[in-house]
């Protein structure tokens, strides 16, 4: 049975029970006041605008005007791109057995005062790059991206990166990395190291990518997820999805609830985000009162309702949406264990760089790639608390039940899958100790 408590076993208030006020976070850390005009502009805009895309907000933005970057390049990037032998890397769990090969640090964070000390460890490919500058604007702390680079598609992420990071002050706490396939190594055929004079950004969704011509070519996206993680600057770090978009000062909100609580023999212990969806015309919710709302006018709900039912419906769902907290705070509502009957449940947690790793050898297209890590941390007893007033949204846009005609072309990646899924768990069992409501299918 699911263990549901409305207390942190492990967390205490820590001092007097007084009320908290939150600091206004620094000028460093804040939206400056163009780009709270932006928003204002660009809310208008998005407001029952379905043409709208990721990254529009840019075009109302001047390139810097002194003609600097605010980023931090590596690699002779931008002018170049050059890399050595002893630049690539293997990935983080597989090691040299593993057919993937890692640049780390393309674009590099540095750590600057007034950023919340959390990371957003997140993954990418050349034709969803435009969701990059919304997760900046929307995200308060670093930023660390995997970006999947075979053969020629690195030119398309080059040439994004190249304009964002004139354009948007936010990149400067984003860090960039390159994943690959041994075989099909960043090609520098086609790179043009030229931006535009403006900061209207391409509809990346429109490119066309290396595995749109090869449908062989496999999505890594637990290497793509590791790298991610583990070139985090900071501690704690939450690994995610680029499509979706934080409630408002997610991380600072974060540190300050775990400053004001204690934590006692809590290593075992992530913190989970909720995670909802909306209609394709919906502004995205910054707080819980406005999602709450839109929930109310089935203009949203809990993310893959329609899809997945399961798969991220949290326990205590019913008791988060009838609290009421301040918008100004995150909290724990409640902690649970990943168990019968929420043995299917993927949820999307902040925690450190010290979780089991995501499994190297499970790809996007053959599903389930998260299942063992959950499993894993059932077995480890690892505890769940339930975040109330932090949440995620997807981009805007439900998604529907699939015809499962349309889903054919990943039945040799889910037979692949499947037969790495049973050799990894059947290690696994033998890892840990026997715990019937743990479940692995």
Not at 394 to 413: A, I, L, Q, S
């Amino acid at each position: 049975m699911i263990t549901l408590r409305p207390n942190l076993k492990c967390l205490s208030i820590a001092s007097s029970l007084i009320v908290i006020v939150f600091l206004i976070m620094s000028m460093s850390t804040s939206a400056p006041p163009a780009t709270l005009k932006v928003d204002r502009i660009l809310n208008s805009e998005m407001s029952g605008n379905r043409s709208y895309t990721p990254g529009d907000f840019l075009k109302f933005i001047h390139p810097d005007p002194a003609n600097q970057s605010y980023c931090t390049f590596n690699y002779k990037f931008p002018e170049d791109l050059k890399f050595g032998s002893n630049d690539v890397d293997f990935p983080p769990e597989l090691g040299k057995t593993s057919p993937y090969r890692v640049i780390y640090n393309v674009l590099q964070a540095k750590m600057a005062e007034g950023v919340p000390e959390v990371t957003y460890a997140t993954h990418v490919s050349a034709d969803f790059m435009y969701y990059l500058p919304e997760l900046v604007r929307f995200w308060d702390g670093f930023i660390s991206v995997t970006a999947f680079v075979p053969d020629l598609d690195v030119a398309l992420v080059l040439e994004q990166l190249n304009q964002y990071c004139y354009c948007l002050p936010g990149m400067s706490r984003v860090s960039v990395h390159f994943v690959f396939h041994k075989s099909l190594a960043p090609s520098r055929k086609d790179v043009y190291f030229t931006r535009s004079n403006n900061c209207e950004i391409i509809d990346s969704s429109k490119l066309s990518t290396y595995r749109h011509a090869d449908d062989s070519v496999m999505y890594p996206i637990n290497v793509c997820r590791n790298v991610a993680r583990t070139a985090s600057l900071t501690e704690r770090v939450v690994v995610s999805d680029i499509q979706l978009m934080p409630s408002e000062g997610l991380a600072q909100k974060f540190l300050k609830m775990i400053d004001n609580y204690k934590l006692i023999g809590c290593q075992k212990k992530v913190f989970v985000l909720p995670i909802f969806e909306v209609e394709s015309n919906e502004e995205i919710p910054r707080s819980k009162r406005e999602l709450i709302e839109l929930v109310k006018e089935k203009r949203a709900v809990y993310f893959h309702k329609l899809v997945c039912n399961h798969c991220q419906k949290f326990p205590g769902i019913e008791s988060w949406m009838k609290s009421e907290p301040p918008d100004d705070i995150v909290k724990p509502l409640l902690t649970a264990r990943r168990e019968v009957p929420y043995h299917r449940w993927e949820p999307i947690y902040l925690g450190t760089k010290n979780e089991p790793y995501y499994n190297e050898q499970l790809s996007w297209e053959g599903l389930q790639d998260k299942m063992l890590q959950m499993l894993e941390m059932c077995l480890m007893e690892y505890q769940f608390v339930i975040l109330d007033g932090a949440f995620l949204i997807h981009w805007p846009g439900m998604k529907k039940k699939k015809d499962k005609v349309g889903e054919e072309w990943r039945g040799d990646f889910v037979k692949t899958n499947n037969i790495e899924y049973n050799k990894i768990l059947k290690n696994l069992l033998k890892s840990y100790k026997p715990k019937p409501q743990c479940k692995a299918h």
